[in-house]
């Protein structure tokens, strides 16, 4: 299938990047600035992604469309596009756990559309080699080779639909999960006291984790709202593989706590954080 046109649901700092990267390969690539804001607009133009104005035009346009949304909006990202007779590929990017991916996909084929799961790995796209799109399912090549020549890295696996979607998960469960668990460590080292000690200890015996655990958390504090869903698509993944999800809805817990740093241009220094997360779980007094 010759690609002509590929549309973004939605430009957001993820998903603007993916679709400048498609642009390498495919003639035009569009999105749509009905009930999007204005930093999606000026995230677009810099893009030079060409508004489609609504989704009807998208749709009715696209021969590919791939789906870069918050975990809770997947379906009803898909249900949209599939109401709107969508038959050519539809991507789904997003982080899901590999059910939902399948559930997903039902969606778009019920509808006469093809469905390539996918998972990203890696922030947005800023140069070669930092990003990575895993994609699982017939499709998947069609949909690698519209990013052909551009930075983002499109890699396709075995496995079929929902493959793409638990290589994010696991990979997922440990960076951003072990981001949680030092950022919660921190807290209750600072609640018992024994915060220099701690990193006096890990001077001497991990040398390198005090400094990671702090630049790590810094960086999380403007993203954690976004990873609160994924945290839980985490924790439902394991819990279908018959393992305790709790890890991760804890993780979820602890960047909940983070929520108020939203898409901040610069995140307080780590020992400001640390104790945000210490008193979001403090008893209320009366």
């Known amino acids: 299938m010759s690609v002509s046109t590929l549309g973004i649901l939605h430009p957001g700092k993820m998903g603007s990047t993916i679709a400048a ?41 696209s021969d590919v469309i791939v789906s870069v949304c918050p975990p809770h909006a997947a379906e009803s990202v898909a249900e949209e596009v599939a109401a709107l007779g969508f038959r050519g590929l539809y991507a789904d990017a997003n982080a899901v756990s590999p059910s939902r991916a399948r559930a997903i996909a039902g969606i778009i084929q ?19 080699g930092t990003t990575r799109l895993y994609l699982s399912g017939d499709g998947a090549g ?17 496995g079929g639909i929902g493959s793409a979607s638990a290589l994010k ?30 990193f006096q200890e890990w001077s001497m015996s991990q040398p390198w984790l005090g400094e990671r655990a702090l630049r790590q958390l810094e960086g999380a504090a403007d993203r954690a709202w976004r990873w609160v869903g994924e945290m839980e698509e985490i924790a439902a993944t394991f819990e279908e593989a018959g393992l305790p999800g709790g890890f991760h809805l804890a993780a979820a817990d602890v960047y909940r706590r983070l929520e108020a740093h939203a898409d901040e241009a610069s995140a307080p220094p780590a020992s400001t954080l640390v104790q945000e997360i210490l008193d979001a779980g403090a008893p209320a007094h009366h």
């Not at 495919?26 to 989704?55: K, M």
């Not at 069609?142 to 075995?158: H, S, Y």
Request: one cysteine or more.
């Open 21 to 61: 990267s498609a642009k390498a390969a495919v003639p035009r690539v569009v999105w749509t600035s009905a009930g999007r804001s204005s930093a999606s607009a000026w995230r677009a133009a810099a893009a030079g992604l060409e508004d489609a104005v609504t989704v009807t035009n998208l749709v009715r346009d």
């Open 110 to 128: 019920r509808a006469g559309g093809q469905f390539v799961d996918g998972g990203i790995v890696g922030g947005p796209v800023q140069r070669a």
């Open 142 to 158: 069609q949909v690698a080779a519209c990013f052909e020549g551009g930075p983002l890295q499109a890699i396709v696996i075995g």
């Open 169 to 198: 998960m696991v990979y997922a469960a440990q960076t951003k999960g072990t981001t949680a668990l030092l950022s919660a460590i921190l807290a209750v080292a600072r609640h018992e006291g024994v915060e220099q000690e701690l």
